[in-house]
């Protein structure tokens, strides 16, 4: 079908640098308007890269009760992972009739935004941030542009239709009858209604499911001979969130 690894290794490079780029550009936006509030002003880690099972990952969730789910609880996970044989045997299925070229552009949308997620989560403490549904923060998923969070002006340069846009460019190039679709239909769902409705929830369930479909399908076996993805920790991760899987 193609040369996967040497497809894997170039693009997750080329991935690395533009998602670092502006990854950066936007977090220093967000890190701006989320430390003028005071309850998270001592949550930014500041000059660091966190990783997923980093002790710096520690979300303030004081104000919850002990009963209810929290950033967390979304975010750990002891599921086991397939095995070899079963993430091949998927990802041949949904991959099988792609080109080259289609493949890359698959890659591109399903890794990328879930880079950009995963560092939001990490970097930023997306949770603290979406937690409570009248939060300023909101806003960056909305809409882009010129906006004003925590008393703090800031320009969005990407809102849910960023993740919306990649999925169904993901859903034209496969096409309807394959296998990947309900769930690549799914976490458009997630991040409709999330926004939608302010539910924190719902964008980590997405983030599940994306993790899943691009650590344990589309880049399977992920690996990264000389780049540390923002969870490097995390790459080993399964929550078994995917129907595909079932």
């Given at each position: 079908?193609?040369?996967?690894?040497?497809?894997?290794v170039?693009?997750?490079f080329l991935?690395?640098?533009?998602?670092i780029g502006?990854?950066?550009?936007?977090?220093l936006d967000?890190?701006?308007a989320?430390?003028?509030d005071?309850?998270?002003s001592?949550?930014?880690?500041?000059?660091?890269?966190?990783?997923?099972?980093?002790?710096?990952?520690?979300?303030?969730?004081?104000?919850?009760?002990?009963s209810?789910?929290?950033?967390?609880d979304?975010?750990?996970?002891?599921?086991?992972?397939p095995?070899?044989?079963e993430?091949?045997?998927?990802?041949?299925?949904?991959?099988?009739?792609?080109?080259?070229?289609?493949?890359?552009?698959?890659?591109?949308?399903?890794?990328?935004?879930?880079?950009?997620?995963?560092?939001?989560?990490?970097n930023?403490?997306?949770?603290?941030?979406?937690?409570d549904?009248?939060s300023?923060s909101?806003?960056?998923?909305?809409?882009?542009?010129?906006m004003?969070?925590n008393?703090?002006?800031?320009?969005n340069n990407?809102?849910k239709?960023y993740?919306l846009?990649?999925?169904?460019t993901?859903?034209?190039?496969?096409g309807?009858?394959?296998?990947?679709?309900?769930?690549?239909?799914?976490?458009k769902n997630?991040?409709?209604?999330?926004?939608?409705?302010?539910?924190?929830?719902?964008?980590?369930?997405?983030h599940q499911?994306?993790?899943?479909?691009?650590?344990?399908?589309i880049s399977?076996?992920?690996?990264?001979?000389?780049?540390?993805?923002?969870?490097?920790?995390?790459?080993?991760?399964?929550?078994?969130a995917?129907?595909?899987?079932q």
């Amino acid at each position: 079908m193609f040369d996967k690894k040497y497809i894997l290794v170039a693009a997750a490079f080329l991935a690395f640098l533009v998602m670092i780029g502006t990854i950066i550009v936007d977090l220093l936006d967000l890190k701006m308007a989320v430390n003028t509030d005071t309850e998270s002003s001592a949550i930014i880690s500041e000059g660091s890269i966190v990783s997923e099972n980093s002790e710096e990952f520690t979300s303030d969730f004081s104000s919850a009760e002990e009963s209810e789910l929290t950033g967390k609880d979304y975010y750990q996970s002891d599921e086991i992972p397939p095995s070899e044989d079963e993430c091949l045997a998927i990802q041949k299925e949904v991959l099988e009739n792609c080109t080259d070229e289609e493949y890359r552009t698959i890659f591109e949308n399903i890794n990328w935004p879930h880079m950009i997620i995963e560092s939001e989560m990490i970097n930023s403490n997306l949770w603290d941030r979406l937690k409570d549904p009248d939060s300023d923060s909101w806003q960056a998923w909305e809409r882009t542009g010129k906006m004003v969070i925590n008393n703090v002006p800031i320009q969005n340069n990407r809102d849910k239709n960023y993740y919306l846009d990649s999925l169904d460019t993901v859903i034209q190039i496969l096409g309807e009858d394959n296998p990947l679709i309900p769930d690549l239909e799914e976490m458009k769902n997630l991040i409709e209604e999330g926004v939608e409705n302010h539910d924190v929830t719902k964008i980590f369930k997405f983030h599940q499911m994306i993790h899943d479909c691009d650590y344990w399908i589309i880049s399977y076996p992920i690996y990264f001979e000389s780049i540390a993805p923002p969870d490097w920790s995390g790459v080993e991760r399964y929550y078994n969130a995917l129907e595909i899987f079932q």
